[in-house]
């Protein structure tokens, strides 16, 4: 949704989880360790978060670069 970035509404949710200490159901549980490796991948440099900005310009750029080759054609 916009207004928050993917990262922040990630962690809200581990947070949420946290503090409601409720048993997690099997895909919550799933969801968290994914959540959580893509973090540490995050922090080891293994992948690049994009702002929201960032996405909407490459994506912007990715398009311009298809119909321009599509034109050539």
Do not use: C, N, P
Not at 6 to 28: G, H, P, Q
Not at 54 to 64: L, T, V
């Amino acid at each position: 949704k916009k207004g928050i970035s993917l990262s922040d509404a990630l962690r809200a949710f581990l947070d949420k989880l946290a503090v409601t200490e409720k048993v997690m159901t099997k895909e919550e549980t799933w969801l968290k360790e994914q959540i959580e490796e893509t973090f540490a991948r995050v922090d080891r440099g293994e992948i690049r978060y994009y702002s929201e900005d960032e996405a909407d310009e490459r994506m912007r750029s990715f398009i311009a670069k298809i119909e321009h080759q599509h034109e050539k054609a």
